[in-house]
């Protein structure tokens, strides 16, 4: 019997199948360099329970599934890639998701994500599979429900409800890996079924670990916010909890969303408002980083919201007015942005972390069209891994970055990341010679580098965050698949 508290399945029934051990969710095994990037600890949404394991569908081995399960119903918003050969996680995770809008029902339950095979240009096969795969995950939730069922002889204010419709109950899937190959079914079926979810720190580091395929390591956070005026059950002010996990090291572009991600929150918030945050966060978060300028086929940014937190004392989100969504969509972009920087941070190959801002622009898309246009280019970003301060590729991509421009109003200075003073390179459309080679070398030698153009045109700014592009790039893509 699968119960809150993490025991699994798989000890009773001595499944063959290896879970990930604690030490393996420390970061013990992952870059000396990248270790700062991974937490020792967070605070979780309350009603999420999670876990990570081996299931059988990477060739050589190490975690590959993941499970995150709502103890109650979830308001749920996604966006997904605009790649036209879509995954077919993708596809039934839109249909999901706008069946969950059209019925205005909290439907969804569980997220179940596989890491090492992508399910992506599989025809109708795949798409059965997906389907396969999530009732799996329903299945897993009506056992996870029994569970807690046997274990109370009352209903409580967070017990589900036993005569629940079970077709008011869904599962989205992600998957992500090799593209143009069948699923390991009866291997992440059995997984599903097995595996140990609670709700530790050492449970969600399980789960981030799961996502990885190229990554160097887990990307996990965690944050507690406060939100509204009215007093909690405890007397302090009512507080809302957020937890993402993300992945991606390559095939990174902006074109609605980036990569695989899920951010559960406890808040209570209405579909239309988590849509609207949503839309927003991504637009200045994972729609604002770049890699490689690839998009990938099964790219998916989910959240999803259970409004546990409302037995706390924290308000239910239900005006685009109020206060309380305006402190949600804000946080909710600062912790997305974050999340998505983990991504940049962990790029194949890469050596340095580069945020681009574009200020003074007429508009937000033609500041970020800017930035954009900066932070893909390849020249731009080869130099920086050569550590040359080439500041004419940087001017080069603006000009064809296709907005209207006054030359004569835009300066250029690249900042470290430690803090120390800028170094000016144009001013007013002119160069500042001759060039302080010194400084330059200064600041390039940093991992993190700032990159700012002003364009003199308007009072609109937008930001993306990039990495160099290194010969390690193109060693681990050549191959990916052996």
Not at 315 to 338: H, N, Q, W
Request: some cysteine.
């Amino acid at each position: 019997m699968l119960r809150a508290s993490g025991v699994s399945l798989a000890k009773k029934a001595g499944s063959s199948i290896r879970q990930l051990s604690s030490k393996a969710a420390t970061a013990a095994s992952f870059p000396e360099a990248k270790k700062r990037f991974i937490p020792s600890s967070g605070t979780y949404p309350r009603g999420f329970f999670v876990g990570g394991m081996h299931c059988g569908v990477k060739k050589r081995g190490g975690p590959d599934l993941a499970v995150i399960l709502s103890d109650r119903g979830t308001t749920a918003s996604a966006v997904f890639t605009t790649n036209q050969f879509c995954a077919a996680p993708v596809q039934l995770d839109r249909e999901t998701i706008n069946k969950a809008r059209s019925a205005q029902k909290q439907i969804v339950r569980a997220v179940v994500v596989n890491s090492g095979c992508a399910n992506a240009v599989t025809g109708e096969q795949g798409l059965k599979d997906a389907r396969v795969m999530a009732e799996a995950g329903d299945k897993l939730v009506r056992k996870f429900d029994t569970g807690r069922r046997d274990a109370t002889t009352a209903k409580t204010t967070t017990a589900i409800d036993a005569d629940k419709d079970e077709s008011d109950l869904a599962t989205l899937v992600m998957s992500t890996g090799v593209i143009g190959q069948r699923l390991p079914l009866d291997n992440i079926c059995k997984g599903v079924g097995e595996i140990e979810l609670g709700e530790s720190h050492d449970m969600w580091m399980r789960a981030a670990v799961a996502h990885m395929t190229t990554d160097t390591f887990p990307k996990l956070l965690s944050r507690e916010i406060s939100i509204g005026d009215a007093e909690a059950a405890d007397g302090g002010k009512p507080v809302i909890r957020m937890a993402g996990i993300t992945k991606g090291a390559g095939m990174i572009h902006p074109n609605m969303a980036t990569l695989l991600g899920t951010v559960c929150t406890d808040a209570a918030i209405t579909q239309p408002l988590l849509d609207k945050a949503l839309a927003h966060a991504v637009a200045r978060s994972f729609n604002a980083i770049s890699i490689d300028g690839d998009m990938s086929t099964n790219d998916t940014i989910a959240v999803i919201a259970n409004a546990a937190a409302s037995d706390g004392g924290a308000p239910v989100i239900d005006s685009e007015g109020s206060a309380e969504y305006a402190v949600f969509r804000r946080e909710l972009t600062k912790f997305m942005a974050e999340l998505a920087s983990l991504v940049v941070r962990d790029g194949e190959g890469a050596t340095k972390f580069i945020t681009v801002e574009v200020e003074g622009a007429r508009s937000f898309d033609d500041a970020k069209r800017v930035a954009s246009t900066i932070a893909t280019s390849s020249l731009v970003k080869t130099a920086f891994y050569g550590k040359d301060a080439n500041w004419g590729r940087i001017l080069c991509a603006v000009g064809y970055a296709g907005i209207p421009l006054d030359t004569s109003k835009v300066s250029l200075a690249i900042y470290p990341g430690d803090g120390t003073a800028p170094l000016a390179l144009v001013s007013a459309g002119e160069p500042l010679l001759p060039l302080d080679e010194t400084r330059a070398s200064e600041i390039l030698d940093q991992e993190d580098v700032i990159v700012r153009v002003g364009l003199g045109l308007g009072s609109e700014s937008a930001r993306i965050y990039t990495c160099d592009l290194s010969h390690d790039y193109v060693s681990i893509n050549a191959d990916y698949r052996s």
